[in-house]
Each structure stands twice: as structure tokens, then as C-alpha cells.
């Protein structure tokens, strides 16, 4: 997360960004499985685990849980993999030894049928 994510006191990143990280998540996860980006339809859940802050390293990923005609039941985890480390230098950042969750959603993403190019 770069400085310009940094949304609220103290470097805080806005939780929406994980958001934007999972609609990105689900655009390549639709192009995969579709050959299309599709639409996000809804969030069935997000929960917000731990604070993000700028300087910190995310990665997100995705699976497709289930799928129906058009829809598809995306299921999403964000991970702080890296968190600066400013006490040291002001590049200096430490690779954890272990990714802390910072986020978890589901949701349902779109494709139309006219849409899908890839055969099932």
C-alpha cells in the first residue's frame, strides 16, 4: 500500500481498498473461467481482520466456489505480507514470518451468457 492509500490517521488504509484488490480478484478469476471480465453483483460478506497501513505489502487471491448459469460464488482472502519498518530507516521494511489475514468476503460476480466464451 502506497502513502496515497493511506485514508485516516496514522497511515490507517481505507478497508475499501481490499475491496478494490477483490474486484480485481474476481475480474481475472471471470476471465479465466469465461473469457469475459463479468460484474460484480454483490458482497455477501467482508470482514475487516486486521488493520492495513501504508507501507505494508497485501496479496489477494480468490477462488470460484460454485457456479450457476451466469453467476459465479467467488470466495476472497487478503494477506499483510511485508510491513515497513520506519524505526529502522525509512525504506526498511521486514518480510513476516507469517501472512496475517486482513481481510476475508464472498460475493457473486455476473457473466451473461452472451458473454462467456469459453465452453463448459
Not at 19 to 34: M, Q, W, Y
Not at 99 to 120: E, F, I, L, M, N
Request: proline residues 4%; hydrophobic residues 40%.
Amino acid at each position: 500500500m502506497g502513502s496515497h492509500d493511506a485514508h485516516y490517521g496514522g497511515n490507517l488504509v481505507d478497508g475499501a481498498r481490499m475491496l478494490g484488490l477483490f474486484g480485481d480478484v474476481a475480474t481475472e478469476l471471470c476471465i479465466r473461467s469465461d473469457g469475459d471480465e463479468g460484474l460484480f453483483r454483490a458482497y455477501d460478506s467482508v470482514e475487516f481482520l486486521a488493520p492495513v497501513y501504508a507501507g505494508d505489502f497485501i496479496e489477494a487471491e480468490g477462488e470460484i466456489i460454485s457456479e450457476g448459469n451466469t453467476s459465479r460464488k467467488m470466495r476472497f482472502e487478503a494477506r499483510k505480507v511485508i510491513k515497513p519498518r520506519p524505526d529502522v530507516n525509512d525504506s526498511a521494511a521486514d518480510v513476516l514470518p507469517e501472512a496475517v489475514v486482513v481481510c476475508r468476503a464472498s460475493g457473486t460476480c455476473v457473466v451473461p451468457k452472451d458473454k462467456q466464451r469459453v465452453k463448459r
